[in-house]
């Protein structure tokens, strides 16, 4: 009995070794992820430095927006999905096997590995995205900076606006009579500010009145100013118009781009899944690429 003892212990030792040993490969898993954060990130920056980026549909002079913007959809796309089966896929290959499970059992525990490798290489992109860094985290400062520029010119003009009695007031001291140049410009800027709360809409008493004081302030006759104060007012209906516009492109671009992001990486989880399965496999099978990977 004592002979037939070490080598009873010898026999289970196997497994109780792999009893106690995690079932999760963080070092495979942390390869995967730097593996597919590394293709995205190369990937991404060729394709913003081409064009193919959701920030300036315009970059390209003479494309078409829409043309862009599928093509720069389908780019994000098969970049995302290639790097994470690419990183699972190197996950499942290097992955440690406990060999305690059935081979249905290992294909799911390689297949988790590449949800995890998925799941961290998300959060690494989030951060990255958050911290500002590459070309895209560039641009999108270059245009909060310009947006904050303007936003803190059209504060400097609206100044007097922040009042909202301000308009009603200018209508109890109107006269037709020359004021000073500046109060004039001022109420001007009110009646429009206020016209664009009512869809752009400037009433006939405002549009009469400003006629009154562009023609006692310049000298032009009242149908040359008519003529002038019409033009004013279709142009900033036509800006109104363009800003109205743009926003509504925007809204439906940031839609557009949040389901596709959120598509694309649902179904990069299944490729992850998947490509880290398929080298388990090649694990177990000692799967080799001479024609691509040879020793030299």
């Known amino acids: 009995m004592s002979m037939n ?5 010898a026999g289970v030792q196997p497994e109780t070794e792999g009893a106690e040993r995690s079932y999760i490969d963080w070092a495979a898993i ?6 597919a954060s590394a293709i995205s ?12 980026n959701f920030i300036d549909f315009n970059a390209r002079e003479g494309a078409a927006p829409v043309l862009v913007g599928i093509a720069a959809a389908s780019w994000f796309l098969w970049v995302q999905i290639s790097s994470f089966m690419a990183g699972g896929y190197l996950t499942g290959r290097m992955r440690r096997r406990n060999h305690d499970a059935t081979e249905d059992e290992s294909d799911m525990r390689d297949g988790a590995h590449g949800l995890l490798v998925w799941g961290g290489a998300m959060i690494v992109g989030a951060m990255l995205a958050v911290s500002g860094l590459g070309t895209a985290g560039a641009v999108v400062g270059s245009a909060v900076s310009t947006a904050t520029t303007a936003a803190s010119n059209v504060a400097e003009g609206a100044g007097e606006m922040a009042d909202p009695n301000a308009y009603f007031i200018d209508t109890l001291f109107r006269s037709e009579r020359p004021s000073d140049p500046g109060v004039a410009r001022e109420e001007a800027g009110r009646i429009f500010a206020q016209a664009a709360l009512n869809d752009g809409e400037v009433p006939q008493d405002d549009r009469d009145y400003l006629v009154s004081v562009v023609t006692a302030n310049t000298g032009l006759t009242p149908e040359e100013a ?25 809204r439906n671009t940031t839609i557009l781009a949040a389901f596709l992001f959120t598509a694309s990486s649902l179904v990069a989880a299944i490729g992850a899944y998947w490509a880290a399965q398929k080298g388990g496999n090649h694990r177990d099978k000692h799967t080799h690429f001479p024609s691509v990977f040879r020793r030299f």
């Open 226 to 250: 008519e003529a002038r104060v019409d033009q004013v007012i279709a142009n900033v209906e036509s800006a109104r118009q363009q800003a109205v516009e743009a926003a509504r492109v925007a």
């Open 30 to 35: 942390i390869a995967g992820i730097v593996f």
């Open 5 to 9: 003892s070490p080598a009873g212990v």
């Open 41 to 52: 990130l190369v990937l991404i920056s060729f394709g913003s430095a081409l064009g193919l």
